[in-house]
Nanobody, 124 residues
Framework: HVQLVESGGESVQVGGSLRLSCAASGNTDTTLCMGWFRQAPERKREGVAAIYQSGTIYYSDSVKGRLSVSRDSAKKTLYLQMDSPKPEDTAVYYC???????????????????WGQGTQVTVS
């Protein structure tokens, strides 16, 4: 079992920046496949970025070039750097993970059995 805890969500102005963190604990001795999702009010949960075990990084078209995902394997932490966020980036951001190889599309919620509780990001 894997536990995920997100942090770093806050209210930020357009043109600002913030970094979200996701700390993994539990069964993390094997490599994790990890991703970030977000969900705005009355919208479906959207996959925005992921790092697979191979090191391959994926981004959704809506965030490519603006958001940057990275990981610290030693700290078992996933990050999402948000530079110059836009109001449309306002959402609850969720961290997700799978143990071993990810099987499925990076943006599919079914790819990840483990989820964090979410952290709110508001851009105005």
């Amino acid at each position: 079992h894997v536990q995920l805890v997100e942090s770093g969500g806050e209210s930020v102005q357009v043109g600002g920046s913030l970094r979200l963190s996701c700390a993994a604990s539990g069964n993390t001795d094997t490599t994790l496949c990890m991703g970030w999702f977000r969900q705005a009010p009355e919208r479906k949960r959207e996959g925005v970025a992921a790092i697979y075990q191979s090191g391959t990084i994926y981004y959704s078209d809506s965030v490519k070039g603006r958001l940057s995902v990275s990981r610290d394997s030693a700290k078992k932490t996933l990050y999402l750097q948000m530079d110059s966020p836009k109001p449309e980036d306002t959402a609850v951001y969720y961290c997700a993970a799978a143990v071993g190889w990810c099987v499925g599309a990076f943006r599919a919620v079914t790819t990840y059995p483990y989820w964090g509780q979410g952290t709110q990001v508001t851009v105005s």
